[in-house]
């Protein structure tokens, strides 16, 4: 079973910059699949960005592009959202989510039903 423990968001002004952090536990994290996901209040949850198992393969929203940056970090069982730029429409709680995955395609995980573990998230704030 795989635990994973988000971190990092916050209150913030609009046009500054947040890193999340997802530390995972009880599982092999380079065999992880990681995304991130978000839900503002009244509205289902979305897509954000997505890393396969070495770090090297991203996908991203087309609402963030260009501002938010997905890592990870296999050593530390680490997967980062570094966001930039924030703007008011980026408030939302934030989680993080993985699926054991041996091929990789983005618009499979793009899907919120195609992950296995989810954390309890952690709220972006962004104030305009």
């Known amino acids: 079973q795989v635990q994973l423990v988000e971190s990092g968001g916050g209150l913030v002004q609009a046009g500054d910059s947040l890193r999340l952090s997802c530390a995972a536990s009880g599982g092999t994290f380079s065999n992880l699949v990681m995304g991130w996901f978000r839900q503002a209040p009244g509205k289902e949850r979305e897509f954000v960005a997505s890393v396969y198992r070495t770090g090297f393969t991203t996908d991203y929203a087309d609402s963030v592009k260009g501002r938010f940056t997905i890592s990870r970090d296999n050593a530390l069982n680490t997967v980062y959202l570094q966001t930039r730029s924030l703007k008011p429409e980026d408030t939302a709680v934030y989680f993080c989510?993985?699926?054991?995955?041996?091929?990789?395609?983005?618009?499979?995980?793009?899907?919120?039903?195609?992950?296995?573990?989810w954390g309890q998230g952690t709220q972006v704030t962004v104030a305009s």
């Open positions: 989510a993985a699926r054991r995955g041996s091929l990789y395609s983005a618009s499979y995980y793009r899907t919120a039903q195609n992950y296995d573990y």
